[in-house]
């Protein structure tokens, strides 16, 4: 059993591990304070240099009064001269009251911060009668200052690296030291799969001993949870793994039956194709597409040529044969766009995208002319069949509103003219002329 106390009074725990980094720091808030001040006193100073600077040249400006009165030039630009002699004074400047210049001595810099400009109205019986300017020069004063602050910053920079040291070291050994050895241990532990097992063994009476100890203790608690908490997740994942599989089944199952109804809702068993239903859902919504994006839409309806023949000459198994066959004839002239349908018995539907009258009189009459020259072959029978075609075409720049029933009458129109001319033909409502009644009974 592990035995372990808690850390005394006047051991070095921690908590005097971070006193000492406080300290440390408390020590160099006091440097940087120190800084601080010396920075005020700098300021102190340069604002009694300007006080000064106010007061010269208030008592040049008193000087020079009575040379601007009386217009003695020579008398101004000799003292002007002698101010310029000074070394804190740069430049100097005597105007009149209409802003002629009358004197001025030196030369005027803005470049450099450490000198300061000052100017004075010239008064005499309480009126102005011009102005003086004048630039000191504060180097000296600043050169000063500076050198007692990098002195301070040297003596700061000095007292703060050896207290970083301090406390990278001390912080390093009494705290960073047992910590990583810890984690690396831990590392390692986990690496090999070994952590169940790991016992920390640092023995030090501080407060990171107190905390490990308690971890071994909880570690060993929590191993013996573990070790229950296991079998009993090993026999759940079981169970939960069989259940999911046969959820997984039966899923794929379902799908697989919505799939196959969902074809079966819209495809047309014998051929194929899309069925008459799905045909007037589909056609609906290609006459919206086009009426609201501007384009051309053309359907084109045809029925095969005395069909009811082929059915009482070679059986309705021939008759499948020869519809299934009919499909595949249709779905390889046609485009990849073009959507082909089974309507009726042996009444076929193509919907054909972005086609006018001319593009879809091709595609038909292409498709009629292959139908005529493939031969239907089913057993021992051989024979030809044709069929009548109808077309309309919807464009946008003749009729803005057309419903789909339109479209599909006047494609069924325009197939029954075929008949009428002699089956075997491809016409296009446009080409009617005289009125076309459909009849009651289909002639086949």
Known sequence: MLTQTQP??????????????????????????????????????LEETKIRGNDLSRFTAQSVAYSIVGYDYHSIQLLLDELVKSQDINYAKVTNNKGNVMAKAGHLSTQNVTWTYFEQDVFFDETVIGKLSLQLDNSKIIARFTEQRNELIQREILLILLMAISIYFALSYFIIRPICNTSDKLTESARNGTLEDVTLDYQKNDELGYLFYHFNAMKEQLNEASNLLKSKVELANKEVQRKNRDLQKQSNELQAMNDKLKQLAITDPLTELFNRRHF???LRKEISYAQRHQEKVSLIIFDLDHFKQINDKYGHSVGDATLFSVAQTVESKTRDSDICCRIGGEEFAIICRETDMHEIRIIAENLRVKLETTPITSGQH??????????????????QSISSDDIYHCADMAMYHSKQQGRNRVSHYADITVDIKRPAARQL
Request: no cysteine.
């Open 8 to 45: 005394g009074f006047f051991s070095l725990g921690i908590r005097q591990k971070v006193g000492l980094v406080l300290v440390s720091i408390l020590l160099i808030s006091l440097g940087l304070s120190g800084w601080h001040s010396l920075r005020q006193q700098e300021a102190r100073v």
């Open 280 to 282: 007037d859902i589909l």
């Open 382 to 399: 051989e024979f030809s069949i044709t069929a009548s075609f109808g077309m309309m075409t919807f464009s946008y720049l003749s009729v």
